[in-house]
């Protein structure tokens, strides 16, 4: 069973942000989740092949389910 789920940002600043929420589920539920909170979160830019969030802090890295 995941407990949480971290997200992987990268903030223009440098700074990694690792901010992790809550979640209960399996590991295929918490895959699910965390491309859902990619597409709601992120806008793809295909000249630069990059996921940007969309508050324009930084670049989605990736997520971990723990």
Do not use: A
């Not at 996921?51 to 930084?58: A, T």
């Amino acid at each position: 069973m995941v407990k949480e789920i971290v997200l992987i940002l990268l903030l223009f600043n440098g700074e990694l942000s690792l901010p992790s929420f809550p979640f209960e589920g399996t590991t295929m539920e918490c895959l699910e989740h965390g491309d859902k909170m990619r597409i709601e979160h992120t806008t793809y830019s295909m000249e630069k092949n990059t996921w940007f969030l969309n508050n324009g802090s930084g670049t989605w890295q990736g997520f971990i389910c723990k």
